[in-house]
Structure formats: C-alpha cells, structure tokens
C-alpha cells in the first residue's frame, strides 16, 4: 500500500475559501428565502468581462488554430518569446534591467507560489509576514518545512513588518498586500533587500497587485530596489488587472544574478534550476491565453487594464465612504482592492462573519484564516459589481455598530 504524505495532517482541516464556501451554502441551505440576496465580497474573484484588447487578440488565436498554416501544437515550455518580450518591455520602461529570457509564463501566481518551493532545498529558515495569504504556509507545510517564523502586521506598523534581528533563508512579501490592502514604501522595500543581503536570503516577492497602486512613489516590482536582482524573485498575475482568473496566466520573474547555495557551499543561480523544473512539469499556458495577455500590453490594452482597475477602485473608494460613515475602522483600499476592517468589540473574525451574513446577507472573510494576527478583522473584496457594491454600502449603513 502507498504512503501518505504525513505533512498534509498538519494543515488546517480546510482551505479558507473552501471553509467559507460550506459555510455560506449551510446558510443558503437553512434560509432559501435569502439565498438569492447574499452578496459575495469574500473571495478576491473578478466580476467583470475581459478587456477587448483580450477578446480581440482571443477570436483571432483561435481562428489562427484553425489553420493548418496557422495552427500551433507545444508551445515553448518558458512562453512564447512575443509575451515575454512584452513583460520584460514593461520592467525597461520603469528603469528595471529585465531580460525576456528572466520571464517565465504560467497559469498563475498562486500556482507559483507553491511550485517555487521546487528548487528550493530543505532546511531553510522561512520567514512570512502575518496576516499573510494562506497558500504560503500552508505549501511550506505540504513540503516538509518545519522552520517557518512568522512577523507579526499590526496597526501600529501599518500591517508592514519591518526586518526582524534574526536572519532567515526565504522572505515572502506580498505588496500591495492580501489580505490587508497595506503598501509598501520604497525605504520599506530597500530595508528588506538589505537585510536579504546581509543574510544572503530569498525574497519571494508577490505582487499580484501592483496595477492597483495609485499613491506616487510606491514601488510596482521588489525590482526598482537597486540590489534585488540578486536576492529576489517576483511573481505576478494577469488574474486582477487583466480579469483572467478564468483563462489563468502569470508569470514568474527570476533575474540570473540571483543566486542559492548548495549543501557543499558551492553557489547556484536559481534562474535555470527554474528552466529545469518548468521544462519537466509542465507544458505552458495555450495560445490564445498568452496572445490575450500580449494584448493587454499594447496601447489599447493598458487604457483598458486601468479602466478596469480603475472601477473596481471606485468599488473600493465607496466602501471607504461607507465605512467611514459607520464609523467603522480599517485601512487598505487606495492602493489595493481590499479593505482590512477592524471587528466590532467582543467579536471575533468568525463571529463578524456570520454576524454580517446573518444581519444583511454580505460574505466576507474572516481575518484568522490569514493568520494569528489576523484575528480581530476581516476582509472586504473589491470585485463585484457597481450595483452589489452600492447595495453592500447601503446594508453597512443599517447595521448598529455601537
């Protein structure tokens, strides 16, 4: 009989959104009458239709696959050279020295973050920032990794942690942040690249958010610190700017400057370990999904992208108002599409959880699903429509808060 892998028994006996998900269909289940008024603003999913860009260049891959001339079998396992070129196009433009070939297209960040691990070696100390999104832990834990510390975010340090006085071999860092909708400063950014330095560390750098930033002066990529190109890797998603949460693509950014250590002492670039894997375990993102995500790099393209995120920042400019007039407390929200709001005293994030959908039918997302310290607030997403959000502002301002 085959063995199990033990290190699953030390996961939470569920994902998060998998947890929430029971939950709210035990209550639809339980009240029929108010299943068709339940909101969603859990889950970080896009409601909104993809840019023409995308659509444009989707019709005409496929009408390409439908031609012998045309058609297109295995692509490259790394993505197609036009994608890429695009990609690293954008790093140039905002002064980052990026080659196509640093560039590695996948079906998306979250998948990355997990797969990364792959050329990692055992043993490492890992340090994640807490609150922190789930799928960071919970893989360490998949994998075997016992050494893992945990920073703690809170109000009074703006829910970024500073470098702590202990080293540690892997950092991940998500800014603009989930769950906590908090960015990063330049300095920030730059105290972390010198402490992975010193510490000859990782960062695993996740910045899934980036077409969110408003605020001037706050860094898009770990790159625009000057000496992370050789301590850091950077994943990305076209999920949230592009809406491809359905299609999947991303991409994973590994300069060849940044460098490992091997038991013998003998350094490494991570850059074709990376090469390795991908060209083993898997086989790329399909045509047309990478010709969509080419697209939202042309001119149209990125008018499109920022009039996507633009809306769904109006979302989250609303919220603000509503909750402000609740007198409710919370940050994140301008630079990121989520707001990380302060439970009401005597409850806990579970407690706000069904206290909200049980009282005016909202999901939202309880803060100790992303860690310890994130009990005490819970998370409202964003993603939905204008009319689900204005709804979601008006059921707010009914609630009793005192």
Request: aromatic share 12%; glycine share 8%; net charge neutral.
């Amino acid at each position: 009989m085959a063995f199990v892998n033990e290190n699953y028994f030390k996961l939470s006996p569920s994902y998060l959104f998998a947890e929430i998900s029971r939950r709210v269909e035990t209550y639809r289940k339980e009240h029929p009458e108010k299943a068709a008024s339940i909101i969603r603003c859990g889950i970080g999913d896009v409601t909104e239709p993809l840019p023409q860009a995308c659509i444009k260049a989707l019709h005409k891959a496929v009408d390409e696959m439908a031609v012998r001339e045309t058609f297109r079998g295995y692509g490259p396992d790394y993505g197609y050279e036009f994608v890429r070129h695009a990609i690293a196009g954008e790093y140039r433009e905002r002064g980052m020295t990026i080659a196509d070939d640093e560039i590695f297209l996948s079906d998306g960040s979250k998948c990355d973050c997990a797969n990364i691990l792959d050329i990692l070696g055992g043993g490492n100390r890992i340090l994640i920032a807490d609150p922190v999104y789930p799928v960071y832990n919970d893989t360490n834990v998949m994998a075997g990794n016992s050494d893992v510390s945990f920073l703690e975010g809170t109000d009074e340090n703006g829910f970024v942690p500073p470098p702590p006085g202990t080293a540690a071999d892997v950092i991940y860092l998500c800014f603009p942040n989930n769950p906590t909708g908090a960015v990063a400063t330049r300095e920030q950014l730059a105290a972390w690249v010198a402490y992975a330095r010193k510490n000859d560390a990782l960062i695993l750098f996740d910045a899934a958010y980036e077409a969110y930033i408003r605020t001037a002066g706050i860094p898009h990529s770990i790159f625009e610190i000057p000496g992370a190109s050789e301590c850091a890797i950077e994943m990305r998603s076209f999920s949230k700017n592009g809406g491809f949460t359905g299609l999947r693509c991303g991409f994973v950014t590994i300069p060849k400057t940044a460098l490992g250590k091997r038991k013998n002492g003998t350094l490494e670039a991570f850059h074709p370990l990376w090469a390795r894997r991908q060209s083993t375990k898997f086989n790329g993102v399909s045509y047309p999904v990478q010709r969509a995500a080419e697209a939202l790099y042309s001119e149209e393209g990125r008018a499109q992208v920022k009039d996507l995120t633009d809306f769904y920042m109006r979302n989250a400019k609303l919220l603000r108002e509503a909750l402000d007039k609740c007198e409710w407390q919370y940050i994140g929200g301008v630079d990121a599409p989520y707001l990380w709001v302060k439970c009401l005293p005597g409850k806990t994030s579970w407690d706000m959880f069904s206290f909200l959908l049980e009282n005016v039918c909202i999901v939202s997302t309880p803060g100790s699903g992303f860690g310890k310290m994130g009990e005490g607030y819970f998370r409202l997403s964003c993603f939905n429509s204008r009319a689900n959000i204005e709804e979601v502002c008006r059921r707010l301002s009914t609630l009793k808060v005192a």
